[in-house]
C-alpha cells in the first residue's frame, strides 16, 4: 500500500519549508522509546538518563503515541517564520477535542476501523471500538486513566500530554534545541538549492529508499500502512521539514486539516548516518558498477525487488547472462536477494550506494585506513 503525492516537475512555487520545536522535542521522544531504531541519536538516548523518574514515567505513558505514529497535528505550517515552543504550545491548546482524540487512537487502530476513504472519528462512539481502545491502551499503558480520558475527556489528555511536552523541554530538550536551530536552517537552505539547481524531484532522489519518485509521471510515493493518493494544486502547498530526529524515517501526513507534506533527515545527519565502504573493498565496488549492463539492472531495482526473470528483457540480456551480472554486484554488498516462492527476488542492499561517495571522497583526501589496491 502507498501514498502518493503528485506535484508538477517544474512546481517549485507549491513547495514550503518549516521546522518545528515542538515537532522536534517529540520526534526526539520516539527515538528515547524505540532506540535500537536510531543508532545515530544512541548519545541522546544516554543523555536523557538525567530526567527526573516523574518525567520518566510519564513519556513511558505516552510512549504508544509516538512509538510508531507521528501526531499530524504537530506537523508545521509553511508560515514563513518559526514559532517558538511556547507559541507552538497555545496554538496546539486551542485544537478541537474530537481531532484530539482521533490523533490519539490512530496508533491503537491501524488499521482505521470502519474501511472508507479517510478515517471517520465517529467510530469511536461505537461500543465495540471503544473496548478495542481500551483493551490496546492497556497493553500499551500501565496508566488506567489514559483510556477514559482518551475516549471521554481528550481536551484533559491533550493538557496531560503538552504539560509532559514542557516539563521534557524544560529539563532537556531547550537547550538542545539551541544546538539544532541553526542546523535546521542550514537544512532548509540546502534542500531549497537543491529544488533551485535539480527540480523538486531531483530533492527528492535524496530521500530514496523511504521516498520513491517518477519525474515522468510527476508523482512520488512512500509505502504506508493504508493507499491515498493527494494532489498539489496550485492553491496548496507541500511541507518540507528537516528534522535531526526523524532519522532514518521519513515523516508523511497526507490528510487535512494538518499540513501536507514531509518530514525529512536534515543532511547534516544522513551526511553521519551514511556507511563507509572499507578501502579494501573500494576498488571492488567500483569495478561492479563499471558495467553499462548492471548499472541499468541497478536502476530497475532502484525502483522495487525483482527477479531475474523479470529483469532479464527489461536489460537486455538472457537470463544466464544477467545471472552472472547480479551475482557480481551481490558479491560486492550492492545487492540482497530473498526467495518468494519460486522466485529469487534482488533488491539494493540499503546504504551501500549511498556510502559510496563518502568512502571515496574519504579515500581521496587521505582519511580512510588501509591501502586500496
Known amino acids: 500500500?502507498?501514498?502518493?503525492?503528485?506535484?508538477?516537475?517544474?512546481?517549485?512555487?507549491?513547495?514550503?519549508?518549516?521546522?518545528?520545536?515542538?515537532?522536534?522535542a517529540v520526534l526526539s521522544l520516539h527515538v528515547?522509546?524505540?532506540?535500537?531504531?536510531?543508532?545515530?541519536?544512541?548519545?541522546?538516548?544516554?543523555?536523557?538518563?538525567?530526567?527526573?523518574?516523574?518525567?520518566?514515567?510519564?513519556?513511558?505513558?505516552?510512549?504508544?503515541?509516538?512509538?510508531?505514529?507521528?501526531?499530524?497535528?504537530?506537523?508545521?505550517?509553511?508560515?514563513?517564520?518559526?514559532?517558538?515552543?511556547?507559541?507552538?504550545?497555545?496554538?496546539?491548546?486551542?485544537?478541537?477535542?474530537?481531532?484530539?482524540?482521533?490523533?490519539?487512537?490512530?496508533?491503537?487502530?491501524?488499521?482505521?476501523?470502519?474501511?472508507?476513504?479517510?478515517?471517520?472519528?465517529?467510530?469511536?462512539?461505537?461500543?465495540?471500538?471503544?473496548?478495542?481502545?481500551r483493551e490496546r491502551l492497556a497493553r500499551e499503558s500501565d496508566d488506567a486513566t489514559m483510556a477514559a480520558m482518551l475516549l471521554d475527556d481528550p481536551s484533559a489528555l491533550l493538557e496531560r500530554f503538552l504539560s509532559m511536552l514542557e516539563r521534557y523541554w524544560r529539563e532537556a530538550f531547550e537547550e538542545e534545541w539551541a544546538r539544532l536551530e541553526p542546523e535546521l536552517a542550514a537544512g532548509v537552505s540546502e534542500a531549497g538549492h537543491q529544488i533551485e539547481q535539480r527540480g523538486l524531484y531531483g530533492m527528492l532522489r535524496g530521500l530514496w529508499p523511504e521516498v520513491r519518485s517518477d519525474p515522468r509521471a510527476e508523482r512520488f510515493w512512500l509505502e504506508r500502512p493504508h493507499d491515498h493518493e493527494v494532489a498539489i494544486g496550485p492553491d496548496d502547498t507541500l511541507v518540507l521539514a528537516p528534522s535531526a530526529y526523524v532519522w532514518p524515517h521519513v515523516r508523511v501526513n497526507c490528510d487535512g486539516p494538518w499540513p501536507l507534506g514531509l518530514v525529512f533527515p536534515v543532511s547534516s545527519i544522513v551526511r553521519e548516518a551514511r556507511p563507509r565502504i572499507p578501502p579494501a573493498k573500494l576498488v571492488g565496488t567500483l569495478r561492479a558498477l563499471a558495467d553499462d549492463t548492471r548499472l541499468r539492472?541497478?536502476?530497475?531495482?532502484?525502483?522495487?525487488?525483482?527477479?531475474?526473470?523479470?529483469?532479464?528483457?527489461?536489460?537486455?540480456?538472457?537470463?544466464?547472462?544477467?545471472?552472472?551480472?547480479?551475482?557480481?554486484?551481490?558479491?560486492?554488498?550492492?545487492?540482497?536477494?530473498?526467495?518468494?516462492?519460486?522466485?529469487?527476488?534482488?533488491?539494493?542492499?540499503?546504504?551501500?550506494?549511498?556510502?559510496?561517495?563518502?568512502?571515496?571522497?574519504?579515500?581521496?583526501?587521505?582519511?580512510?585506513?588501509?591501502?586500496?589496491?
Not at 309 to 318: D, F, H
Not at 352 to 364: D, I, N
Open 297 to 373: 539492472a541497478l536502476r530497475l531495482l532502484a525502483e522495487r525487488p525483482r527477479s531475474t526473470q523479470e529483469l532479464a528483457p527489461l536489460v537486455g540480456v538472457s537470463e544466464a547472462a544477467l545471472s552472472k551480472h547480479l551475482r557480481v554486484l551481490a558479491d560486492a554488498g550492492l545487492l540482497e536477494r530473498r526467495r518468494e516462492g519460486y522466485y529469487v527476488l534482488y533488491r539494493l542492499a540499503p546504504g551501500q550506494v549511498a556510502g559510496l561517495t563518502p568512502s571515496l571522497e574519504s579515500f581521496l583526501h587521505g582519511d580512510g585506513d588501509g591501502e586500496v589496491t
Open 1 to 24: 500500500m502507498t501514498i502518493v503525492f503528485r506535484v508538477p516537475a517544474g512546481g517549485a512555487e507549491r513547495v514550503g519549508f518549516a521546522y518545528s520545536p515542538a515537532m522536534e
Open 32 to 133: 528515547l522509546v524505540e532506540p535500537k531504531h536510531h543508532p545515530v541519536q544512541h548519545g541522546w538516548v544516554r543523555a536523557m538518563r538525567k530526567l527526573s523518574p516523574a518525567l520518566k514515567r510519564e513519556i513511558e505513558a505516552f510512549s504508544y503515541a509516538v512509538r510508531s505514529y507521528f501526531p499530524e497535528s504537530l506537523f508545521p505550517q509553511a508560515t514563513g517564520g518559526l514559532t517558538d515552543f511556547e507559541g507552538e504550545l497555545a496554538g496546539l491548546r486551542r485544537a478541537d477535542p474530537g481531532l484530539v482524540r482521533l490523533e490519539f487512537a490512530v496508533p491503537l487502530l491501524t488499521p482505521w476501523p470502519g474501511g472508507g476513504e479517510g478515517r471517520d472519528p465517529h467510530v469511536l462512539d461505537e461500543p465495540e471500538v471503544r473496548r478495542l481502545v
